[in-house]
Nanobody, 117 residues
Framework: QVQLVESGGGLVQPGGSLRLSCAASGLTFRFYTITWYRQAPGKQRELVAGITSGGSLNYADFVKVRFTISRDNVKNTVYLQMNSLKPEDTAVYYC???????????WGQGTQVTVSS
């Protein structure tokens, strides 16, 4: 079955960095658009960054310059490098995989990121 497993979350001080990973299995990874979302307590889930099967990138305005998304189609993994973290970046970060041609879609279980001094 399809699995998306996020990792790399944790507690970091303001201004620090984390790298999140989303490891996929059970699907033809290279065909999928992978998107990171986040959800803070009491707030709606919001798009953070995405990368298409062709490598096109999309970022929310609030993370441009600070976050970088990349993918490794050999390792079936997408990364989210997060720099200059702020307390408002605190949230559960989720990985989403969508195959546009078929609209097959999958979610990971999420990884907690907490930015606090």
């Amino acid at each position: 079955q399809v699995q998306l497993v996020e990792s790399g979350g944790g507690l970091v001080q303001p201004g620090g960095s984390l790298r999140l990973s989303c490891a996929a299995s059970g699907l033809t990874f290279r065909f999928y658009t992978i998107t990171w979302y986040r959800q803070a307590p009491g707030k709606q889930r919001e798009l953070v960054a995405g990368i298409t099967s062709g490598g096109s990138l999309n970022y929310a305005d609030f993370v441009k310059v600070r976050f970088t998304i990349s993918r490794d189609n050999v390792k079936n993994t997408v990364y989210l490098q997060m720099n200059s973290l702020k307390p408002e970046d605190t949230a559960v970060y989720y990985c989403n995989a969508v195959r546009v041609a078929t609209m097959d879609a999958y979610w990971g279980q999420g990884t907690q990121v907490t930015v606090s001094s």
